[in-house]
Structures are given as C-alpha cells and as structure tokens.
C-alpha cells in the first residue's frame, strides 16, 4: 500500500506504475477526495477550536457574574 504522500508528490510516477501494472487506478479522482478530506478536516478544527474559544468565554462570563454576586 503506497503511503497518501507519496502519491501526491509523485501522482504521475503512481499513474504510470498502474497503467504498466493493468491496474485501473483513477489517481486524479483520489487526489480530489484527498484534498476534501484534507479541507473538511481543517474546516472541523477550525470549528472545534471556535468552539473551545465561545466555552471559554461563557464560562468567563459566567465566573465574573459570580464573583460580582
């Protein structure tokens, strides 16, 4: 199994293997759902770290709502 790096620095190198192999291989179409995997990912952490940040300030805003009482 070829590790997702390597194919993406040498796509051609992987293509031409596969074709001289008869392996039908539709590397551009892995590529494609590589590179969505890759921006869904970071789209997630973005999130996640959007998230911790509106936690963190609810429960700042909640410690200061106590310390005021």
Known sequence: M??????????ELV????RRRK??????ALLALDS???ETRRRADDL???QNRLSK???DAGAD?????
């Open 48 to 50: 996640r770290g959007e």
């Open 65 to 69: 709502k106590e310390a005021r009482e």
């Open 36 to 38: 969505e995997l890759r």
């Open 23 to 28: 392996t039908a291989v539709d590397v551009d």
């Open 15 to 18: 293509k031409d293997v596969a």
């Open 57 to 59: 300030a609810i429960r």
């Open 2 to 11: 070829l590790d997702i790096a390597f194919i993406r620095e040498h796509p």
